[in-house]
């Protein structure tokens, strides 16, 4: 047994010390942390993040999109606590549990049109290679091996694991491990910002999709999926399009029988304004991509969401038919737990309603930034705000990063891109806060 004794907190410097020495941290370049000191959290309560000084952040991005409901939140700390007594994990292969299957029936009730059957991974990329791979192999268990190709949209992002990086069209991920890739087709972004100069969002929606139609045509023989981010396309800066998109996909993708993927990993469970952004258009896609918000935050937990017809392709007495993918955390019983009181506590408090109302709020008080001189394309999906900076400065997104530390705020900027995602409890009191604060950054820097 070790000695170390886990009740004494370690202080600010030797957390960033220790971590700077032993933890590899994610999308960023280590080295830049001899300027720029890691925050060392030691706490969280509702919006807020308490570091080991004392000090408060609002958190603006959910921690990365994942935190619906505040951190530490007592509904579902209690049912993951009540959990604990019972099982924690037991693998998903020849055994089942409570919580998975009461997870995958709610689902099951709450997806957009017949979506019936629920494979679990531990995070948004392994759901998208998951959703590729029974794409796939559905085909070639129809006897059409040949269709073997992704189409995506431009400046999607879809994971960085191999075959979600395949799909996704962000250069600084893609670039380094080009040779690593499947080949990929993009086809043109509805985002509205890219429609000409009196072209509404609706008829520029429109013309891209004529563009992936004659795609299709062409090479529907070949293209087992369509994979897109619904409404928003997250990691390229919030672009925003407009839902007759998706009604478009979907009439062109079962017009030349190719699936269609909704990516709604960042944009599922609210976050456009419906519980699904799919919901917007009255579309249902042939696989549905959930995590983030999923468990709340909480705990790593994905789920690819699919029909009968894909489902009953693999039922089969040889076992070389089945979907032989899997993860060791498959269906986890405490991450299962804890999308059960996240799906509970949308029921009983009426959230997207609610969301409506901050949203407008939000909307209403942040007047002086749509107006700001600096800012361009000021945009709202949901609970969901953009807008770019006018900045000749390289290094906008760390220092503003750092200067939205010194007004309370948890800012992390897609290159000059701001955002806002909160966690849907956020008050009147801290979205003022918000964006009062997020004017000074601007007029500081």
């Known amino acids: 047994m070790s000695n170390i004794n886990h009740n004494i907190p370690l202080s600010a410097s030797q957390l960033q010390l220790r971590s700077l020495e032993s933890v590899w941290h994610p999308c960023t370049q280590m080295k830049q942390h001899e300027t720029y000191p890691l925050v060392p959290i030691v706490s969280g309560k509702g919006v807020w993040l308490y570091d080991a000084a004392g000090k408060r952040y609002l958190d603006a991005i959910s921690s990365w999109w994942v935190n619906l409901f505040g951190h530490s939140n007592p509904y579902i700390n209690a049912a993951i606590h009540d959990q604990l007594e019972k099982i924690e994990h037991v693998m998903l292969a020849g055994f089942t549990h409570e919580p998975v299957v009461l997870l995958s029936e709610r689902l099951k009730k709450i997806a957009p049109g017949t979506l019936g059957h629920c494979f679990y991974a531990s995070d948004g990329a392994s759901a998208i290679e998951i959703a590729l791979k029974m794409s796939f192999h559905y085909w070639l268990l129809c006897g059409q091996p040949q269709k073997s190709n992704f189409v995506s949209l431009q400046n999607d992002y879809h994971g960085e694991t191999l075959g979600a990086l395949s799909v996704t069209d962000v250069a600084i991920f893609r670039e380094t491990y080009a040779p690593l890739l499947r080949p990929c087709t993009h086809v043109p972004t509805p985002d509205w910002r890219y429609a000409e100069t009196g072209e509404s969002p609706k008829d520029y929606a429109i013309r891209a999709a004529a563009v992936l139609e004659r795609y299709l045509a062409e090479n529907h ?87 009968d017809t894909v489902f009953q392709a693999f039922y089969d007495d040889k076992t070389a038919h089945a979907f032989l993918h899997s993860h060791s955390h498959t269906g986890n019983a405490l991450a299962c737990r804890a999308a059960l009181a996240t799906l509970d506590i949308f029921e009983h408090d009426h959230v997207i309603e609610t969301n409506k109302n901050k949203a407008a709020y939000l ?46 705020i948890l800012l992390r900027p897609l290159g000059k891109t701001i955002y806002f995602m909160p966690p849907y409890i956020i008050n009147e009191q801290e979205i003022d806060l918000l964006v009062n604060a997020t004017l000074h950054v601007l007029d500081t820097l």
């Not at 399009?241 to 599922?268: K, N, S």
């Not at 001189?373 to 999906?381: M, V």
């Open 363 to 408: 909307n209403k008080i942040a007047a002086p930034l749509a107006d700001h001189p600096k800012i361009r394309n000021f945009r709202n999906c949901g609970m969901i705000w953009a807008f770019e900076v006018e900045t000749n400065d390289c290094e906008f997104a760390a220092n503003c990063f750092q200067a939205g530390l010194k007004q309370q």
């Open 221 to 307: 023989a070949q293209t087992a999926a369509f994979i897109l981010e619904p409404l928003v396309q997250g990691a390229t800066g919030m672009g925003m399009y407009h839902p007759v998109y998706l009604q478009r996909a979907r009439e062109i993708c079962t017009r030349y029988q190719v699936h269609l993927i909704a990516d709604e990993i960042a944009v599922g469970f609210g976050r456009t304004g419906t519980l699904f952004a799919c919901n917007q258009a009255d579309i249902t896609p042939d696989f549905l991509c959930l995590s983030k918000g999923l468990s709340g935050g909480y705990l790593p937990l994905s789920v690819v969401m699919t029909s």
